[in-house]
């Protein structure tokens, strides 16, 4: 980070080059606000996803950070590296409240709308993106009613329709609007298709199928259902088809990808663990921590699913099944990308790689250069 940030001082003299064409295909990703920062090589991805801004109970936008006025400022700066580069605000993650509270009224709507063009304007960024999880259930505890799958779509217009207003102020900018969306009944409280005419794109967080709060082991981020899951489990194709069958443009849908695994200890031994019943969920590593010390080491072994193309580890001394992703399932994703003509893909969480070697593979699959 340090490096780009001397780059983008050292060019800030200088007349901005020409922006290259954007690519073809975007890449999303979510850089959580920490100290340090990690490093982000803003020429790799299309568009930073700041995380996170919070709702409090007044409908009011507001970044809890207390350096995050600086990270911003830091995110924007990487513009002079890469000109096309989006910066946009998240807001909520999981366990985030009050949403419920902003899509309720036409007053309160219009609140969180001011409030987010405030934001926005200040720290000129590019847009905002919702991580309501989710409208209409109860969460991790948040506030829920069933008006709120009406309301968000109600939320979503009041939000386009100010945004399209401080577009017109600054010169007919056009700021994002986005959201992050799982799939199966966890997106039963969107309407779909209404939504996606306010929003730019859908960030699907394809990823977490299998975790703490499900019965077996399995892929926690597979592209396709394994020969051994049962038909209603969960997978990133099935969740595409979910949107498009809904009426989304394949365009305005972003693959999620995961930085990140899922382990699980006490499982059986069939199928060296994979869709299996398990004692302990514990934890999820980090590609750096798979890297650093599971994969081929301490007794873990690689095995890949060809039909869910995806990798698992397995421990046959300690019984532990970790499901994550690596370059060969990016890859694999990325080719179902341009198969099925999707917007692009998103990722969660930049400091969760390790030297940006898994930004790198979708760099390469995805990005023209």
């Not at 003509?341 to 023209?368: F, H, I, K, P």
Request: some cysteine.
């Amino acid at each position: 980070m340090a490096q780009c940030l001397l780059l983008a001082l050292a060019w800030a003299a200088m007349p901005v080059v020409a922006a290259t064409p954007p690519a073809d295909y975007r890449i999303v990703g979510y850089v959580g606000d920490t100290s340090p920062l990690p490093k982000v090589d803003a020429d790799k991805l299309d568009v930073i996803n700041y995380a996170f801004a919070k709702l409090d109970p007044e409908s009011n936008v507001v970044l809890p950070s207390p350096v995050a006025d600086k990270t911003l400022a830091t995110f924007v700066a990487l513009r002079k590296v890469n000109p096309n580069l989006k910066v946009i605000v998240s807001v909520g993650g999981w366990g985030a409240d009050y949403f419920s509270e902003a899509a309720l009224t036409d007053a309160s709507r219009r609140h969180m709308a001011d409030s987010v063009a405030a934001l926005v304007e200040k720290h000129d960024v590019d847009g905002v993106d919702l991580d309501w999880e989710y409208p209409t259930l109860p969460g991790p505890g948040i506030s829920h009613r069933p008006e709120d799958k009406r309301n968000f779509s109600l939320l979503l217009e009041t939000l386009r329709a100010r945004l399209d207003q401080l577009g017109t102020k600054h010169g007919g900018r056009h700021y994002l609007l986005t959201i992050a969306a799982a799939d199966s009944e966890f997106v039963a409280g969107i309407e779909l298709e209404r939504a996606s005419r306010s929003l730019d794109w859908f960030n699907l967080m394809t990823y977490d199928f299998h975790q703490s709060l499900t019965p077996t082991t399995g892929h926690h981020a597979g592209l396709h259902l394994s020969a051994l899951a049962p038909a209603d489990d969960r997978a990133g194709d099935k969740a595409v088809a979910q949107f498009l069958a809904a009426g989304v443009p394949a365009k305005k849908l972003n693959l999620g990808v995961a930085f990140y695994g899922r382990a699980f200890s006490g499982v059986d031994p069939a199928h060296d663990g994979l869709q299996q019943k398990y004692a302990k969920y514990v934890g999820a590593p980090s590609w750096r921590e798979l890297v650093d010390s599971y994969i081929g080491k301490n007794g873990y072994v690689r095995h890949w699913d060809a039909k869910a193309q995806a990798p698992y580890l397995w421990n046959a001394a300690t019984h532990t099944f970790v499901s994550y992703e690596d370059p060969e399932s990016l890859r694999a994703k990325a080719a179902f990308v341009k198969a099925k003509g999707l917007g692009g893909v998103m990722y969660w969480e930049q400091s969760l790689d390790r030297n940006e070697e898994l930004l790198d593979v979708l760099d390469q699959s995805l990005r023209a250069h």
